[in-house]
């Protein structure tokens, strides 16, 4: 049983006072819900205070990002022994953002899911294609090559421990969205990778978020496919109200 898991990427807006504020709308929102799990990602400097308002409620925190060595010499980054002390669930990882402003590359993106699995914390592992290999019919290709690369090397402990996020490029902040029947059809490719490398069992047991312009209108239909556990939202994650809309589509 995959349990839902609606993520809020707050990427780099909102002021301290503003994250306190949403975290608290949140905590109070989500109450006591069981039937799926909810985690918001502010920006690093605004994690501890989230987390004051957030620890004791059923909402879990992370960060956007982490730098995949120990703590030393490594001006401007933070790493996962710096998440633990915080009390961080979650990190996310490879974010198309990342991939395309950054340059982020697979091998990078594995490095630091390696270094967030030897800290206890949980990657949310994001994949998707651009919008031109869409076109070129590149999509499952490139999903691969991202699930190869960015996962190389987990044991099945460890990929047990992942979640993995499919985000179209092209349905990222555009208000375009994946149909339901696409965002299928790529969650199953990914389980039908993990079936192959791990096996059938495992391969049932992984989450896989959709994110790409997910809102309180079309979340409960992505939702609702088989092989969709959950959301990763972006801008409607900024407004308690859309987010508890979004998370008002899991079903009960
Ligand atoms: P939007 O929901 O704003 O399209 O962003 C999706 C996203 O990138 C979440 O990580």
């Given at each position: 049983m995959?349990?839902?898991?609606i993520?809020?990427?707050?990427?780099m807006?909102?002021?301290?006072a503003?994250?306190v504020?949403?975290a608290k709308a949140?905590?109070?929102g989500?109450?006591?819900?069981?039937?799926?799990?909810?985690?918001?990602?502010p920006?690093?400097?605004?994690?501890?205070?989230?987390r004051?308002?957030?620890q004791g409620?059923?909402?879990?925190?992370?960060?956007q990002?982490l730098?995949?060595e120990?703590?030393?010499?490594?001006t401007?980054?933070i790493c996962?022994?710096?998440l633990?002390d915080?009390?961080?669930t979650?990190v996310i990882l490879?974010?198309s953002?990342r991939?395309t402003l950054?340059?982020?590359?697979?091998a990078?993106?594995?490095?630091k899911t390696?270094?967030a699995?030897?800290a206890?914390?949980?990657p949310?592992?994001c994949?998707?294609?651009?919008?031109?290999e869409?076109?070129?019919?590149q999509t499952?290709?490139v999903?691969?090559k991202?699930?190869?690369?960015?996962l190389?090397?987990l044991?099945?402990?460890?990929?047990?421990?992942?979640?993995?996020?499919?985000e179209?490029?092209w349905?990222?902040?555009?208000?375009?969205?994946?149909?339901?029947?696409?965002?299928?059809?790529?969650?199953?490719d990914?389980?039908?990778?993990l079936a192959?490398?791990y096996?059938?069992?495992?391969?049932?047991e992984?989450r896989?978020?959709?994110?790409?312009?997910?809102?309180?209108?079309n979340?409960?239909e992505l939702?609702?496919?088989?092989?969709?556990?959950?959301?990763?939202?972006g801008?409607a994650?900024?407004?308690?109200?859309?987010f508890?809309?979004?998370?008002?589509?899991v079903?009960?």
């Amino acid at each position: 049983m995959r349990t839902p898991l609606i993520a809020g990427n707050w990427k780099m807006n909102l002021t301290r006072a503003d994250s306190v504020a949403l975290a608290k709308a949140l905590a109070e929102g989500v109450g006591s819900a069981t039937h799926y799990e909810a985690a918001v990602f502010p920006p690093a400097l605004y994690v501890d205070a989230v987390r004051e308002v957030l620890q004791g409620s059923k909402v879990k925190w992370g960060t956007q990002n982490l730098y995949p060595e120990a703590p030393g010499a490594f001006t401007g980054e933070i790493c996962a022994p710096m998440l633990v002390d915080l009390g961080c669930t979650y990190v996310i990882l490879g974010h198309s953002e990342r991939r395309t402003l950054m340059g982020e590359t697979d091998a990078q993106v594995n490095k630091k899911t390696l270094a967030a699995l030897a800290a206890g914390i949980t990657p949310i592992v994001c994949v998707g294609e651009l919008l031109a290999e869409r076109q070129a019919n590149q999509t499952a290709d490139v999903i691969r090559k991202q699930f190869e690369g960015s996962l190389a090397g987990l044991t099945e402990a460890q990929i047990k421990q992942c979640v993995i996020a499919y985000e179209p490029v092209w349905a990222i902040g555009t208000g375009l969205t994946a149909s339901p029947q696409q965002a299928e059809e790529v969650h199953a490719d990914l389980r039908k990778l993990l079936a192959e490398r791990y096996n059938q069992p495992l391969s049932q047991e992984v989450r896989i978020l959709y994110g790409g312009s997910v809102k309180p209108s079309n979340a409960a239909e992505l939702m609702s496919q088989p092989n969709v556990d959950g959301a990763l939202v972006g801008g409607a994650s900024l407004k308690a109200a859309d987010f508890l809309g979004i998370a008002a589509g899991v079903k009960s």
